[in-house]
């Protein structure tokens, strides 16, 4: 039977510019699907997405759940699309408040929002939540993106004991850092949630930034990915000294390496 994948993005080329992120995030799925794996895709709904030229539409059964933040409801919005060169199917996160007429990580003046860290929270938990309504159990969970850097945490702690995750392995992909500043001192707050107690953060600095959310991304994933050139030097260190299987060479099939990575840390 068929090993399952759930690709978690934070950027998907054509829907986003190009970046080294987004081409990873278009051609990675594409390149694991043809190694025989199934896949699902999830990527956020940022504002600016062009949803007529994307031809996104709302999933209606999969749309309407709130998430409470900070004990502030969020409805949750899922839309779906297809990449249009290789019809892979992408269902989008979005919201209102998080995603509506704005940017990925820093507004159309440079300034970042203050509100990355719930954002990437949000982002989280509806990608479980809707992997939950979907009825579908991922053998790997592949993260890339600091908007991903929660999930780790979540699948590891409040998730553990869901049929959808139970026995799931989770592999993180290390890029550039792409955040100056940090997520305030309210992260830890609103990362709590079931058995994600914001005490099990205690190790980490008051104040998370990019570095910190990469440490808990490793300490609860079972391998790392070093998918960029110019990678956090700490991060990587970071993993190394867990002594979590590494895929730090990627030959030019890029489906093979990945696939072998997978049915690795899977036996």
């Known amino acids: ?24 995030g278009r051609d990675l799925p594409q390149a694991v699907q043809e190694q025989g794996f199934e896949i699902r895709t999830f990527m956020p709904k940022w504002g600016t997405i062009n949803e007529r030229r994307g031809q996104l539409h709302e999933v209606i059964r999969l749309s309407g759940m ?23 199917q992408v269902y989008f996160i979005d919201n209102d408040d998080y995603f509506m007429k704005r940017q990925m990580a820093a507004d159309e003046s440079g300034e970042e929002y203050p509100d990355n860290g719930e954002r990437a929270i949000f982002f989280a938990r509806g990608v479980l939540e809707t992997v939950k309504k979907l009825g579908w159990k991922p053998d790997i969970i592949q993260c890339q993106g600091w908007m991903a850097g929660v999930i780790p945490f979540y699948v590891k702690t409040a998730y553990h004991d869901e049929p959808s995750f139970a026995e799931a392995k989770v592999v993180t992909s290390l890029f550039n850092n792409t955040l100056k500043g940090d997520f305030g001192t309210n992260f830890k707050k609103c990362v709590n949630f079931r058995e994600a107690k914001a005490e099990l953060l ?3 600095n008051e104040k998370f930034d990019f ?19 110019n990678v956090n030097d700490e991060l990587l260190t970071y993993a190394r000294d867990k002594q ?22 899977t036996e």
């Open 66 to 88: 709130n998430l409470i933040i900070d004990d502030t409801d969020h409805p949750l919005i899922i839309k779906v699309a297809s990449i249009p060169t290789s019809r892979i």
């Open 244 to 265: 979590i299987p590494i895929l730090s060479e990627v030959a030019e099939s890029l489906g093979q390496s990945y696939g072998d990575f997978y049915n690795k840390i």
């Open 1 to 24: 039977m068929a090993k399952k994948v759930l690709f978690i993005n934070q950027e998907i080329a054509p829907f986003v510019p190009e970046s080294p992120m987004a081409v990873m």
């Open 211 to 229: 570095t910190e959310l990469g440490k808990m991304a490793i300490d609860y994933s079972d391998g790392v990915v070093v998918a960029a050139d």
């Open 202 to 204: 205690d190790k980490y």
